[in-house]
Nanobody, 121 residues
Framework: QVQLVESGGALVQAGDSLRLSCAAS????????MGWFRQAPGKEREVIAT??????????ADSVKGRFTISRGNAKATSTVYLQMNSLKPEDTAVYYC????????????WGQGTQVTVSS
């Protein structure tokens, strides 16, 4: 497992952009598949963006496709994964979590504590 810490959450207005960061403590994230999830009040947690290990391909939920971009640093020593969020909508309001699949099982075994994103209309 790996310790993950999200940051970058804020209160913004609809149409604004925000970039979330997910940093690993003392570990590189290059070898792990990573995911960003979110949970809105009263709703279940949903996966919104994933990226394979290494350079890997990315995938997005329909609700964020074309607006959000998951990325990681190019260097193999990178310990940060990002979520660039553009054209934010009030329905994007949620706690955002990053997660890592450190065992390459297809499941996420390491989670951050979450960062709040609030989008006002």
């Amino acid at each position: 497992q790996v310790q993950l810490v999200e940051s970058g959450g804020a209160l913004v207005q609809a149409g604004d952009s925000l970039r979330l960061s997910c940093a690993a403590s003392g570990r590189t994230l290059y070898s792990y598949a990573m995911g960003w999830f979110r949970q809105a009040p009263g709703k279940e947690r949903e996966v919104i963006a994933t990226i394979n290990w290494g350079g890997g391909s990315a995938a997005y939920a329909d609700s964020v496709k074309g607006r959000f971009t998951i990325s990681r640093g190019n260097a193999k020593a990178t310990s940060t994964v990002y979520l660039q969020m553009n054209s934010l909508k009030p329905e994007d309001t949620a706690v955002y979590y990053c997660a890592a699949d450190t065992h390459r099982t297809g499941g996420y075994d390491s989670w951050g504590q979450g960062t709040q994103v609030t989008v006002s209309s």
